[in-house]
């Protein structure tokens, strides 16, 4: 039966051009073959065997972008409730009248390349590695000041291709405070209130920003709900998105430095990454114990935890670095 398979499907891995004529001895099995075309055909069994364009379906995508949160993000139960909401419902949504577009802000080390990881797998079961996901790095991909023109053709050119191909594309942009002012707005028209543009519609593609930019003002508002008695599951949404938004749009060092994507409200959501404290580092090195297949060492992993340096000063309440030198660390444990 394996190898009656795999005589079925050899047409199809083929390319046209070099299918070879069926021989006398193989007429049986390419009668068969004809008769299962229409069931070889069909889009999920193509999927099995080749990546297709939007791979998981949508309540799936939005099972596995939650269950993965849950499971592995640690004190950023914002991000964990508006990610999975806005994402959710956008997957579901089948009239958008827009792309989605999410801005991920906070400390180096406090999840946002994590969570755009996780939304890239939970909708692409090769995630960061699919063909229909694009990740842009601005000292990588945008390093020179003055080949900025240059940068936005390419760009454009970039994201109409891609989305020509494949609506529900997701691009990731990275180091959004590194990038340069003014470049991110060339891919404005691609997030507005247009169906089409030049026959292309852009309104399933999904658009992530990640930057530390705007994170003075997460810790500040964090530390005033802290020395008020507050704990961090009491801050809302509505206690930082307005004070983030502005707070980007006016900052110099940020891609997003009086951008048209927020004066014309482009951007869905500005979502905060709260800075990590010492029982969120300790979840993060249990974790990656774990994932390297160790027993989970009480000792080694408070040593780590301890080995961190925290801010303020005084208060020594969050880690600096939030759980970016974890996997370092634990190299020298193990």
């Not at 964090?222 to 008695?229: E, P, S, T």
Request: hydrophobic share 40%; net charge positive; aromatic share 12%.
């Amino acid at each position: 039966r394996a190898a009656l398979g795999l005589v079925l499907l050899l047409p199809l891995l083929r390319p046209a051009n070099a299918v070879e004529p069926i021989s006398l001895g193989l007429a049986i099995a390419g009668a068969a073959a004809s008769a299962l075309t229409g069931f070889i055909s069909y889009p999920r069994l193509y999927c099995y065997f080749r990546e297709c364009c939007l791979q998981r379906q949508d309540q799936r995508a939005a099972a596995a972008l939650q269950e993965n949160l849950d499971k592995k993000l640690f004190g950023q139960h914002l991000v964990n409730k508006v990610v999975v909401k806005a994402v959710k419902g956008f997957l579901n949504n089948t009239n958008a009248k827009k792309p989605l577009a999410l801005s991920l802000h906070g400390w180096t080390g406090t999840g946002k390349n994590f969570v755009g990881r996780i939304v890239a797998e939970s909708i692409y079961k090769r995630g960061l590695r699919s063909k229909y996901v694009h990740q842009f790095v601005a000292t990588l991909h945008f390093p020179h000041a003055h080949s900025i023109n240059i940068y936005k053709d390419q760009l454009q050119s970039w994201i109409r291709g891609n989305v020509s191909i494949c609506p529900r594309s997701l691009f990731i942009f990275d180091e959004m405070d590194k990038m340069h002012a003014g470049l991110i707005d060339s891919i404005k028209p691609f997030l507005d209130y247009y169906e089409l543009l030049d026959g292309v519609s852009y309104r399933q593609a999904i658009f992530i920003f990640l930057s530390n930019a705007g994170a003075e003002k997460i810790t500040e508002v964090a530390l005033d709900f802290w020395r008020n008695g507050r704990t961090r599951e009491d801050i809302q949404l509505t206690d930082i998105q307005n004070a983030l938004s502005v707070s980007v749009f006016n900052n110099k060092n940020s891609g997003f430095w009086h951008s048209t994507l927020i004066d014309r409200n482009l951007i869905d959501y500005f979502v905060p990454f709260l800075p990590l404290e010492y029982k969120h580092v300790k979840m993060c090195v249990r974790v990656e114990i774990e994932s390297r297949g160790y027993a989970v060492d009480e000792d080694i992993l408070t040593r780590i935890a301890n080995e961190m340096t925290y801010f303020p000063r005084e208060e020594r309440i969050y880690s600096d670095k939030g759980c970016k030198t974890v996997d370092a660390k634990l190299d020298y444990y193990f």
